[in-house]
């Protein structure tokens, strides 16, 4: 038997391997639940009692948010426990836990540090709800999540019910969206092994578990994974339950999801050896088939991709067909260095996402294998997270050489500083990105505010201007609150600077924007007044750039009626940026969408609307809004994507009456006209004559006036006859189709 036949049976059987766990195995588990299904006998309305545990080390930057989230479930107060298991924090997450004992949040410390899962178990046994839900202290919650995850667990055969996790890449790394793309495909393989008969694993930020079902797991067990195989022992099943939704954020460097990734794996290798029973099919029945298949194979892969490569190089010389198979390999795992090296750098390419993070999840696999078979075991939990933002700095006032100066050093305050002050009434948020010579003049309009109980955090959102900011903020740094934090775009600063708030309202201000001195005074007076009102917004006048400088917004954006969801995507109410809310329906709401890069408060105030909420307006101009030529708000083209991408988010994330789905379709198709039309000028003005009209046909379809019709005979019969005019009169085609 010489070498080459015995090259070409590994790399068959690798190859053979590697087909099977990445697309035999879907096609077979998603084949038995279309044949053999099992449905769920679930109950609208079954409302048992809940506790829901949240397991926390080191928690204090997102604890509060999570709890202010987890208390405004829509779920019956007196069967909602809340209890926060403290792995020994080193850090402010005890007492910010303590801070909502009044409202029924309970904490229980652990003794000594033995890790997550032994502070699960603690947990449990000081619990009192029939189901116990475990969550993260940085996952937020749809309203309605235990109202739809609830039911299921009338189904006596259910033991565990895990809800849909969608990953947010906020700061749009190649490492967030590999993760993306391949939680994607983990969530095709969770919604038919749930129809089969049960998942093999949960994510650990969203599951539930019946309490009389729950087994005490050993300490260095990976929770989410084994306790399936629990149910599964006990003769129960777990369930998929997709409407039931969370969300959290991605990691978006390699070196930390790697060692996240490892320790899993790590933990997961150590589960499937103590219950290496449950992959006898014998005893087990299909479910060996799902832990073999998507587990034990899925963590051999690197040694499949291992054998494959070297029978390719082995067979490459002889054979034209493996040279060019071991090509693509190189060429593949290069793609991958190479995607690591530009994330390095701060470049990002959405091409070589996915060969790198397939080339992280195997690299893990096979560092997890080597310290498993060295017998490292994983109980003490780091929870790996992108850095908070650096906490406040205030100003050191010196003397030298007899004269009062002001330092350039910069110096930390306590964290008991800032807290034993008594919480402002408003926290003003100022997200700050190349703003330097624009922010002192917001400062100022804030600090002649008639209305005085406010604090002022400002955000510096990784700013290339940063030197030049904090040269300006120096003089104002003992009254504000200055953070820093690694770019994660406008809605990531606003987050930072909405959790380290202390307000009861949260007052929206850009720091290119400026404020009439009783602005805060009137819209605090209203908010007051009516209690029943969540968001508030006012008229502003536009100065700046451009041609509607001494106009007034809301001549520009109306807003008519009274703000409901139909009409807001409709635009017959626009909510314009510079607004005073309740911190709590912000924080029920999850914050802003930090995937979403522009548009980003239509979707929080769509979202907020579901719930519940009520926002309204006034016509007085209480505050000037900053026009500048160029920007991206003024470029519709840019507009018009991100507003469909908040409305296809909010037609595939909220649950729509008849009338809230019919404004969506018709608002839709607006803007898909709307984008085409600005595509069109676009390519018009550049000089690329068929690309125009191959968007402005599309757009008269939708729109089907005169002026469209015979621009676009123009168009095509004469072209630069049709420039020359446009020229001249620019906005008589398009003006009244503007964004």
Known sequence: MGIEFIAKICFW???????????????????????????????????????????????????????????????????????????????????????????????????????????????????????????????????????VLMPNFADAGVGCAAGRLIYVDPAASSVGQGARSYWGYETFLKKHESRTGSLIGVSGCLYAVRRAAYVPLYNEACSDFIIATKMVEQGLRTIYEPAAVCTEETNSRTDRELRMRVRVITQTFTDLWRHRAMMNPLRSGFYAVQLLSHKALRYAVPIFLLVIFIAS???????????????????F?????????????????????????????????????????????????????????????TMKISEAQGKERVSAQLERPSAGTIAATAAPA??????????????????????????????????????????????????????????????????????????????????????DDIWEPDYLAVQVAHMEREPAIDVLYANALIFGEGPDVGREMMDLSPSEGEVTFEHLVSQQCTVLVSVIARRRVILRAGLFDESIRSAEEFDLWLRILKQGG?????????????????????????????????????????????DE???????????????????????????????????????????????????????????????????????????????
């Open 13 to 147: 059987a690798g190859a053979a391997a590697l087909v099977y766990t990445y697309a035999g195995y879907p096609l077979v588990v998603a084949a038995v639940s279309r044949w053999r299904p099992r449905p769920v006998k679930s109950r609208a309305g079954w409302t048992p009692g809940v506790s829901v545990i949240i397991t926390a080390y080191n928690e204090e930057r997102d604890l509060a948010a999570k709890l202010e989230n987890t208390l405004a479930l829509d779920y019956p107060p007196d069967k909602l426990e809340v209890i926060v298991a403290s792995d020994c924090s080193t850090d402010r997450t005890d007492d910010i836990a303590r801070a909502f004992a009044s409202r029924g949040v309970r904490l229980h410390r652990q003794p000594e540090r033995f890790g997550k899962t032994a502070a699960q178990n603690a947990a449990v046994e000081r619990a009192h709800g029939e189901i116990i839900l475990f969550s993260d202290a940085t996952t937020l919650y749809q309203p309605d999540v235990l109202r």
């Open 426 to 511: 408003v926290s003003i948020i100022m997200p700050a990105y190349n703003v330097a010579r624009y922010i002192a003049g917001a400062l100022d309009s804030v600090f002649a505010q008639t209305f005085a109980d406010y604090e002022i955090i400002v955000v510096n959102d990784g700013s290339p201007d940063t030197t030049e900011l904090e040269r300006v903020l120096a003089p104002y740094l003992t009254r504000i609150v200055y953070l820093r934090q690694e770019n994660r775009g406008v809605s990531g600063a606003r987050n930072t600077g909405i959790r380290a708030a202390r307000g009861r309202f949260i007052a929206l201000l850009d720091p």
């Open 313 to 331: 190089l082995v067979l490459a010389p002889r054979s034209s067909f493996y040279a060019l198979v071991a090509l693509l390999q190189v060429s």
């Open 614 to 658: 009520r926002i309204a307006y006034h016509r007085r101009v209480l505050w000037h809004y900053r026009r500048h030529a160029g920007g991206q708000s003024a470029d519709p083209v840019w507009m018009l994507e991100h507003g469909l991408k908040v409305l296809n988010k909010a037609e595939r994330t909220l649950t729509l009456t008849p």
């Open 333 to 393: 795992y290069l793609a991958a260095l190479v995607s690591w090296a530009l994330e390095r750098r701060g470049v990002r390419v959405r091409l070589l996402a996915i060969p790198q993070y397939f080339v992280i999840a195997n690299l893990a696999s096979l560092l997890a294998l080597y310290q498993f078979l060295r017998g490292e075991r994983y109980a003490r939990w780091e929870p790996i997270r992108e850095p908070a933002a650096e906490p406040a700095l």
């Open 661 to 739: 789905q019919h404004a969506l379709t018709q608002q839709t198709r607006r803007y898909h006209a709307l984008l085409k039309l600005h595509k069109g000028k676009k390519a018009f003005l550049s000089g690329d004559v068929e690309t125009a009209i191959e968007n402005l046909t599309e757009a008269n379809i939708y729109f089907a006036t005169r002026k469209l019709t015979v621009a676009l005979w123009l168009l095509r019969l004469a072209p630069g006859l049709l420039r020359r005019a446009y020229q001249w009169r620019d906005r008589y085609i398009f003006k009244t189709e503007s964004f």
